[in-house]
């Protein structure tokens, strides 16, 4: 059980490309869903958290108009990068977690993003 | 700022060897912590998790790990490593202000290669 389905795994796309990535829970209910960006050889940075049927909470840093999250149900929250650059590119991970202070994230497969 | 560190980058054992990963948190309150494993090709998956109780837990696949509160530490062993283990190791932790959200912050990872 517990499984997170993301869509898709890997996009290549031209500068100035807006680019959806879909992230669903399969098999569970999610209020809360993740979305993290890994660079190569390094940790995994929360980009915001994501809670359905309310605005997404952006970490420091994190350009809300560039990385548009969309949480419309409890089984799917969207990451759109709106006028992608080759900076963009890089490896976009979503979790989703049960409701409950003793539960564990379970994380999609990633999204290898990569902007020519 | 809270921060998770890892201080193995990049391990390299032969299989039936122990194992020992060490991670350290920066937090004054209180935390819940864990230990992700990411396979070759695969998505993160949690090894194991610590919220309270007996600071010794143990995982799936013959993992454990031991909250030391008074280093701030929160290391992951294995008395015999196989060759299976090789995967990438992360450890995260969730401060207790962040427990309804679920928020983890990761350390940068290890690279465990076991070799037959």
Known sequence: ?116 | AQSVSQHNHHVILSEAASLELGCNYSYGGTVNLFWYVQYPGQHLQLLLKYFSGDPLVKGIKGFEAEFIKSKFSFNLRKPSVQWSDTAEYFCAVTPHGSSNTGKLIFGQGTTLQVKP
């Open chain 1, 1 to 116: 059980g517990a499984v997170v389905s993301q869509h898709p795994s890997r996009v290549i796309c031209k500068s100035g490309t807006s680019v959806k990535i879909e992230c669903r829970s399969l098999d569970f209910q999610a209020t809360t869903m993740f979305w993290y960006r890994q660079f190569p050889k390094q940790s995994l940075m929360l980009m915001a958290t994501s809670n359905e049927g309310s605005k997404a909470t952006y970490e420091q840093g994190v350009e809300k108009d560039k990385f548009l999250i969309n949480h419309a149900s409890l089984t799917l929250s969207t990451l759109t990068v709106t006028s992608a650059h080759p900076e963009d590119s890089s490896f976009y991970i979503c979790s989703a977690r049960l409701p409950g202070g003793d539960q564990p994230q379970h994380f999609g497969d990633g999204t290898r993003l990569s902007i020519l």
